[in-house]
């Protein structure tokens, strides 16, 4: 049975770090993906990795400040998170899909909440 797991979500002062870790049971995938969705705001992309750790891409808002990454012998993949701002806030979201290249995130975590504030 596939599904996804997500920890290390919580309370952060601005400026601080943070890291988010997903457990993938069951399968491996093409490309995994991280969105999130903030309070009364629609659930948005934040980076993605491919399944073999290359590939990285990011939404401009958290460029240079997110680094995501794929442990394969784990079959786990992380979302590092510095210079966190209120922004930040939100339910964040494992996800992943059987390509690479395209399709949708089909399997996805029950999400780990990170809050930003002083």
């Known amino acids: 049975q596939v599904q996804l797991v997500e920890s290390g979500g919580g309370l952060v002062q601005p400026g601080g770090s943070l890291e988010l870790s997903c457990v993938v049971f069951?399968?491996?995938?093409?490309?995994y993906a991280w969105f999130r969705q903030a309070p009364g705001k629609e659930r948005e992309f934040v980076a993605a990795?491919?399944?073999?750790?290359?590939?990285?891409d990011y939404s401009e808002s958290v460029k240079g400040r997110f680094t995501i990454s794929r442990d394969n012998a784990k079959n786990m993949v992380y979302l590092r998170m510095n210079s966190l701002n209120v922004e930040d806030t939100a339910v964040y979201y494992c996800?992943?899909?059987?390509?690479?290249?395209?399709?949708?995130?089909?399997?996805w975590g029950q999400g780990a909440r990170v809050t930003v504030s002083s």
């Open positions: 996800a992943a899909r059987p390509s690479a290249m395209f399709g949708s995130y089909t399997y």
């Open positions: 990795i491919r399944g073999t750790g290359g590939n990285p």
């Open positions: 069951g399968r491996t995938f093409g490309r």
